[in-house]
């Protein structure tokens, strides 16, 4: 006879585990529980390994390990040391390899990833710094919901900066205060060719000049975009792209996807950030 409907939930899920059926789908489901903690397991796993590969293996020049720490110590940067120092390694690698080209970083918030660029590249060597230095451009329809969260939070005055201190976008002339940020770290920007260009990316980043290193910090994906269609193509053989927020936010995960699916000429490298290596 079957379980009546009026009895229990519990009951009539106790009654369909009693039959072969029901356990099997018991055990079934039982698995797929393992399955995902394991799956969770992984990618905790994963992560941590991400965060121990050295991007590329330099010792640095006492000078710049003092900017790093400077950078720190003054909250300049979102940053870990670790990642500081990689991206340092980088500057001093398409030096040792010779690869021509400019060095870019879009999306410089407090200018702390820029100034150790600007600190381990050779001072004769171009870079240029693009960013809108005020409040973050609207994400898209082609965002997720995590970035129109935290787009709400910084829309609506919420957002913290590094230590309690004020949050970048809300500065009234961030440009200013990141010049003046290379300057006291003793990295000024005219002897090091370095170009500070306030505005939207899609606006500002032009040319076709060769690029050996790109730090990309778009966020959202029609910014992550316009740098991928704008930088990649110009990469050096040898040179290299560095996505900060690929693991981060969904758009910027989607416009990497998107842009790079299909399209030889490049391989992408899943570190503690993501790379994508210009081949040849």
Same mark, same amino acid.
């Given at each position: 006879?079957?379980?009546?409907?009026?009895?229990?939930?519990?009951?009539?899920?106790?009654?369909?585990?009693?039959?072969?059926?029901?356990?099997?789908?018991?055990?079934?489901?039982?698995?797929?529980?393992?399955?995902?903690?394991?799956?969770?397991?992984?990618?905790?796993?994963?992560?941590?390994?991400?965060?121990?590969?050295?991007?590329?293996?330099?010792?640095?020049?006492?000078?710049?390990?003092?900017?790093?720490?400077?950078?720190?110590?003054?909250?300049?940067?979102?940053?870990?040391?670790? $990642?500081?120092?990689?991206?340092?390694?980088?500057?001093?690698?398409?030096?040792?390899?010779?690869?021509?080209?400019?060095?870019?970083?879009?999306?410089?918030?407090?200018?702390?990833?820029?100034?150790?660029?600007?600190?381990?590249?050779?001072?004769?060597?171009?870079?240029?710094?693009? $960013?809108?230095?005020?409040?973050?451009?609207?994400?898209?329809?082609?965002?997720?919901?995590?970035?129109?969260?935290?787009?709400?939070?910084?829309?609506?005055?919420?957002?913290?900066?590094?230590?309690?201190?004020?949050?970048?976008?809300?500065?009234?002339?961030?440009?200013?205060?990141?010049?003046?940020?290379?300057?006291?770290?003793?990295?000024?920007?005219?002897?090091?060719?370095?170009?500070?260009?306030?505005?939207?990316?899609?606006?500002?980043?032009?040319? $076709?000049?060769?690029?050996?290193?790109?730090?990309?910090?778009?966020?959202?994906?029609?910014?992550?975009?316009?740098?991928?269609?704008?930088?990649?193509?110009?990469?050096?053989?040898?040179?290299?792209?560095?996505?900060?927020?690929?693991?981060?936010?969904?758009?910027?995960?989607?416009?990497?996807?998107?842009?790079?699916?299909?399209?030889?000429?490049?391989?992408?490298?899943?570190?503690?950030?993501?790379?994508?290596?210009?081949?040849?």
């Amino acid at each position: 006879m079957d379980a009546p409907s009026s009895l229990p939930s519990r009951v009539r899920r106790r009654l369909a585990r009693a039959t072969p059926t029901g356990r099997r789908l018991a055990e079934t489901e039982a698995q797929l529980a393992r399955a995902r903690a394991e799956l969770r397991d992984a990618r905790g796993r994963l992560k941590q390994a991400r965060s121990r590969i050295t991007e590329a293996r330099h010792d640095l020049p006492t000078e710049v390990d003092a900017v790093i720490d400077r950078v720190r110590e003054e909250r300049l940067t979102f940053l870990s040391r670790r $990642d500081l120092r990689n991206l340092a390694a980088l500057a001093r690698d398409v030096e040792a390899r010779g690869v021509p080209g400019e060095v870019i970083e879009a999306g410089a918030a407090l200018g702390g990833s820029a100034i150790v660029l600007a600190a381990a590249k050779a001072p004769e060597r171009p870079m240029r710094v693009y $960013d809108v230095f005020d409040m973050i451009p609207a994400p898209s329809e082609r965002d997720g919901d995590d970035v129109h969260r935290r787009y709400e939070t910084i829309r609506d005055g919420q957002a913290k900066g590094l230590g309690g201190d004020v949050y970048y976008g809300y500065r009234e002339d961030l440009l200013a205060e990141v010049s003046a940020s290379f300057a006291r770290l003793g990295v000024p920007p005219a002897e090091h060719r370095v170009e500070l260009v306030k505005g939207l990316f899609e606006e500002t980043i032009t040319g $076709d000049g060769p690029v050996a290193l790109a730090h990309l910090d778009g966020d959202w994906y029609d910014s992550t975009m316009t740098c991928l269609e704008r930088i990649a193509p110009r990469l050096s053989p040898g040179g290299r792209l560095v996505l900060d927020d690929y693991y981060a936010w969904s758009g910027c995960r989607r416009a990497v996807d998107d842009y790079f699916r299909g399209r030889e000429g490049y391989a992408l490298q899943e570190r503690a950030r993501l790379h994508v290596v210009r081949r040849g």
